[in-house]
Structures are given as C-alpha cells and as structure tokens.
C-alpha cells in the first residue's frame, strides 16, 4: 500500500483502467471501516481509502482536537484489508488559504444530526464532494451507521449529477450490540453498559417505547430518537449522550437489517 498526501499525487497514482473503489474515512479504524475496505476490494480493481479528520463538520464544541489520530496503526489496519493508496492529505492540502465553496443539501441536512449539529452535513458534503473529485471514484463505500449521512450525499451525488454510485453498508456491532464506532474508546465501562441501551431501545423499532427506554437510564442524555424517511431509506435513528461521549445508531424499518 502507498501513502500519498497530495491531490496531485493523488491524481498520479490513480489507474485509468480499472474501477477505482473510494472509502472515506476520518481514521481511528475498527471493523465498521473494515467492513468497507472488504467490499471495495471485492468490487474493484483498485482501492483508494482517505484518511482525513475533517476540521468543518466538526461543531466548535465537539472534540475535533481530541478525536483519535493513529496513522501508523491506520495504515496496517487499511493495508491488511486490501487497500491500495491510502490518501492522507494535510489541512492546507484540502483547505488552502482562502477557501469559500461550500455544498449545502438544504432539506435533508436540517433534521436529526443537522439540528444537534448545526454545520455538520455542509462540512460532510463539501469534504466528500472535493473526495470525489480528486479520487474519481466509479463507487464510493459508507455505512448504514450514518444514514442521515447516506441520504445527504445520495441526493448531492443526483443533483449535482455527479458519475459514481453510493454502495451502503450495513452497521457493524461489537457482540454486545454496540455499534462500532472510533468515539467507543471515550467509553468507561459504565457509560459503555448506559450506551447499550441506544441499540436496544432502537431494536423496539417503535420511537416513543425506544424514547422512554432511554430516559429511564440515568446518566444518558438523549438528543433525539426519530423516524429518517428519505428517497426509499426508512430508519428509527437516535443521538444520546453519555459523560462527555455523543453517540448515534439506527436501525432498518423496511427490509432486513
Ligand atoms: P468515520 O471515519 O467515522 O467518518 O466513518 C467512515 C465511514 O465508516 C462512514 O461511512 C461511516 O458510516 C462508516 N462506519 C462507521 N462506523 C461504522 C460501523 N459500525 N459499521 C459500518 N460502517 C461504519
């Protein structure tokens, strides 16, 4: 695998011929990643994963400074699941001075994730949109995990007519249930076991039974718990908090999970 840091390299590396499979990421990789790695190795020819802590989908108060940064361990981690380049540009590299172009889904960055964080879903668009552009992917890999995620870049990706397809995968969970997630390792052992109840309130599949679950757990905070229906995708999804840790799930309402 090569590490490369630059968007000109970046466009270097890249095979014109063969499929080229992106996986964007934010680091800290766990099986959630993996899982992604594994399906753009088995659907292309060449597999491209970023690396890159995204400064402006962070809120001012959330924990860009602390999020957890392992690149040596990363890029064995991406090696070992086939990846090819693992794209890990600096913040000038992306931002440069005097950068002013934003993408902004309007309606279906407002709700849920969007009204907890206000800002989030215009620095994810913005970040995959410019991912997209200097990777040139044919298919781009994210997980069910951020459906709300999912549903913003699918509409980005149809109306700026954009030529790749969104492949979603479903959630990883530890065998507790707990989604995978790099902010787990915030966890104490006692916010981990208050956590649980996130996904087990969710698996109700019934927003005011998963609502009062929640709020009968001391210590958890929940931001929402609310039905995300959008363009065929349909899941009960919910924010909680927990210590200083903020994490989110959902869970199908159509379909298998
Ligand atoms: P992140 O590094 O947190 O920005 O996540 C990068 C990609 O991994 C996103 O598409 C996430 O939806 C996905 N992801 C995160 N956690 C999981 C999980 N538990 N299962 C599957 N995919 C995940």
């Known amino acids: 695998m090569k590490t490369v840091r630059t968007v000109a390299e970046m466009r270097a590396v890249r095979p014109d011929d063969v499929s080229v499979g992106l996986v964007p990421t934010m680091g800290a990789l766990h099986a959630g990643h993996v899982s992604l790695f594994e399906a753009a190795r088995a659907e292309n020819g060449f597999v491209v994963a970023s690396l890159f802590v995204n400064r402006t989908q962070f809120t001012p108060s959330e924990d860009f400074a602390e999020y957890p940064r392992d690149e040596e361990r990363d890029a064995r981690v991406a090696e070992d699941a086939g990846v090819d380049v693992l794209f890990a540009p600096g913040e000038d590299e992306l931002y440069p001075g005097g950068f002013q172009t934003w993408v902004d889904v309007e309606e279906l960055s407002r709700p849920l994730e969007g009204a907890f964080r206000p800002g989030h879903f215009r620095g994810v668009a913005t970040i995959c949109l410019k991912l997209f552009n200097i990777v040139r992917p044919a298919r781009a890999y994210f997980g069910q995990k951020d459906a709300q995620q999912i549903a913003v870049l699918r509409r980005m990706i149809r109306d700026l007519d954009l030529d790749l397809e969104l492949r979603a995968l479903p959630t990883v969970r530890d065998p507790d249930g707990l989604a995978v997630s790099s902010r787990n390792v915030y966890l104490s052992p006692d916010e981990r076991e208050r956590a649980l109840t996130l996904p087990r309130a969710l698996a109700t599949r019934d927003a005011t039974r ?48």
């Open 210 to 257: 998963a609502r009062e679950l929640l709020a009968s757990v001391p210590g958890l905070a929940t931001d929402y718990v609310d039905v995300l229906d959008a363009d065929g995708l349909r899941v009960l999804a919910g924010a909680i908090r927990t210590g200083s840790t903020r994490l989110i799930d959902n869970v199908p309402l159509e379909g298998d999970d």
